[in-house]
């Protein structure tokens, strides 16, 4: 069936540090691809999405691009803000609208 | 624009006892998800409805947990009886269309 792979956490980082936080898929056909992220206290909320092959998707300055080929989708930031901390989550849609996570990758940004 | 209700948003509960949780989605979404989430792991669809009607339920385990969105609009989880493992959070999310899913804040539920 389908899957989601995410990088384990927790990433720790320092304030304007490169985020990279890798995931990779397994699905049939050709799924939809999403990052979510849940703030401490918050319900998860859709952070961006690509819905084909080399397809870029961008929000609050984190980016992902859909990668067919090593069936990848990385989500990356230039500099994170503490407000970055949060804990992220690959998901895939194969089948209407059914959502597929992965298990999530706690970010820790210190000042 | 509302977001997504749930109610209650802590539970704590022993084992065998019965519990119920409910969702209030965005008006006008008419389509309805209730997912588990385990701590450490991501979410997991439990079912999804369309309207009043049930899409998808495979991953509800039918024997403890049931789910019913009368009249298209809300919707209760009950879990009947509850094991130690139903520990988990309750994440409710509504959809006007494919793939923008919108979720509720949770309920954590812990069952002793």
């Known amino acids: 069936g389908d899957s989601v792979t995410q990088m384990e956490g927790p990433v720790t980082l320092s304030e304007e540090a490169f985020l990279t936080i890798n995931c990779t898929y397994t699905?049939?056909?050709?799924?939809?691809l999403f990052w979510y992220v849940q703030y401490p206290g918050e319900g998860l909320q859709l952070l961006l999405k690509?819905?084909?092959?080399?397809d870029k998707g961008s929000n609050k300055g984190f980016e992902a691009t859909y990668r067919k080929e090593t069936t990848s989708f990385h989500l990356e930031k230039g500099s994170v803000q503490v407000s970055d901390s949060a804990v992220y989550f690959c998901?895939?849609?194969?089948?209407?609208?059914?959502?597929?996570f992965g298990a999530g990758t706690i970010l820790r940004v210190k000042s | 624009e509302a977001g997504v209700a749930q109610s209650p948003r802590y539970k704590i509960i022993e084992k065998r006892q019965s519990v119920a949780f409910w969702c209030n989605p965005i008006?006008?979404?008419?389509?309805l998800y209730w997912y588990q989430q385990i701590l450490g792991q991501g979410p997991k669809l439990l079912i999804q409805?369309?309207?009043?009607?049930?899409?998808?339920d495979s991953q509800l385990p039918k024997d403890r947990f049931s789910a019913e969105r009368l009249k298209g609009v809300d919707s209760t989880l009950k879990i009947q009886p509850a094991k130690l493992e139903d520990s988990a959070v309750y994440l409710c999310?509504?959809?006007?269309?494919?793939?923008?899913?919108?979720f509720g804040p949770g309920t954590r539920l812990t069952v002793t």
């Open positions: 409805f369309q309207n009043n009607g049930v899409v998808d």
């Open positions: 008006s006008g979404h008419a389509t």
């Open positions: 999310a509504s959809s006007p269309r494919s793939y923008e899913q919108y």
């Open positions: 690509a819905t084909k092959a080399d």
């Open positions: 699905a049939t056909g050709y799924p939809s």
């Open positions: 998901a895939l849609s194969s089948y209407g609208n059914k959502l597929v």
